[in-house]
C-alpha cells in the first residue's frame, strides 16, 4: 500500500493563467511543496511489536538489508508514478531515486498511524552515503559531473545508444520487463552501428563480439514480448546482454576521457 501526502502544498492555481507582474529582483521564490511517501506492507502484516522490531533491526543492520528494504518502496513509489504516467499520456513521466529525498526513514507502527505517515519506532538511514547499490556503482563509474560539462558544452554529443539502453535498465529494473526486451533490441543495434570501431581495445572487441551473438536471443525476447511476458530464460538474455552493452558504454567512457 502507498500513502502519498503533500507537506506545507501552496495554494492551488486558479483555472485562469495569471498576468506577469512585477516581481523584486531581490524577492525570495516561493516555498516548494514536499510530498510524503509511504510505503506499507499491509500484504504481510507483523503479529505484535516484537516480530516489527525484529524486522527493523534486521533491515538497519547492514549496508545491503537497508538497500534492499529502501528500493523495494521506491519501487512502490515509481510504480505509482509509472501507473500516472500512462494513464494520462505523458510523456515526460517522473521517477524519483532515494538519494534526491530530504530524509528516508525505516519504521513500522499501528495502521493508523502509517495510514498518516508517521510511525511507532523509525530510524533514518542515509542513503547518499551507501555505496554497495549497483546504480551507484555505474554513476561512480563514468564520472557523470565531468561528462554533464563535456556534453552540455557541445565538446561530446551522446549516443543514440545510451538513451535507449537507459530506459531499457528503467524498465528492467522497474519490472517492466516487456518493454526492457523490446528497448534493449533497438539499443543493442544502435550501439553495434555507433561504437563497434570506437576503440581499439581487445577487450572491447570481444565484448562487441560476444554482444553481437547475444543479439538473436534479445531479438527472439523482444518478438516474443510483442504477444506476452517473458519466460525466465528470455528474461536471463535481456539482463545479460544489458549488462554487457552497459559494460561497453562504461569501457568507451572511461577510456576516452
Known amino acids: 500500500m502507498l500513502v502519498v501526502q503533500t507537506l506545507a502544498a501552496p495554494p492551488r492555481p486558479s483555472r485562469r ?13 516561493p516555498e516548494v511543496p514536499v510530498a510524503r511517501a509511504t510505503a506499507i506492507r499491509a500484504f504481510e502484516p507483523f503479529d505484535d511489536a516484537e516480530e516489527a522490531a525484529a524486522w527493523l533491526a534486521g533491515a538497519t543492520a547492514t549496508e545491503d538489508a537497508i538497500d534492499g528494504a529502501v ?27 532515494p538519494e534526491r529525498a530530504v530524509a528516508v526513514r525505516l519504521g513500522y507502527g499501528s495502521g493508523e498511524q502509517t495510514a498518516e505517515g508517521t510511525f511507532g519506532e523509525a530510524r533514518e538511514v542515509d542513503v547518499r552515503a551507501l555505496g554497495g547499490s549497483a546504480r551507484r556503482r555505474r554513476q561512480e563509474e563514468v564520472r557523470p559531473q565531468e561528462r554533464v560539462a563535456a556534453l552540455l558544452r557541445g565538446r561530446e ?5 545510451e538513451t535507449l539502453l537507459l530506459r531499457a535498465r528503467a524498465d528492467l ?13 533497438v539499443g543493442i543495434e544502435a550501439l553495434l552501428a555507433e561504437l563497434r ?23 527472439a525476447a523482444a518478438g516474443r514480448a510483442l504477444k506476452g511476458d517473458l519466460a525466465p530464460e528470455a528474461e536471463k538474455s535481456v539482463r545479460e546482454a544489458l549488462e554487457l552493452a552497459e559494460r561497453i558504454l562504461r569501457r568507451r567512457r572511461l577510456l576516452t576521457e
Open 173 to 185: 529494473d522497474a519490472g517492466r520487463r516487456r518493454e526492457a526486451a523490446l528497448q534493449l533490441r
Open 157 to 161: 554529443r551522446a549516443d543514440a545508444c
Open 71 to 97: 528500493a523495494t518502496g521506491i519501487a512502490l513509489v515509481n510504480d505509482a508514478l509509472h501507473a500516472q504516467a500512462v494513464a494520462t499520456a505523458d510523456p515526460l513521466p517522473a521517477a524519483v531515486a
Open 17 to 29: 493563467r495569471r498576468k506577469p507582474r512585477d516581481a523584486e529582483a531581490a524577492e525570495a521564490p
Open 197 to 219: 570501431e570506437v576503440l581499439d581495445d581487445a577487450d572491447h572487441a570481444r565484448d562487441v563480439e560476444a554482444l553481437e551473438e547475444r543479439r538473436p536471443a534479445v531479438e
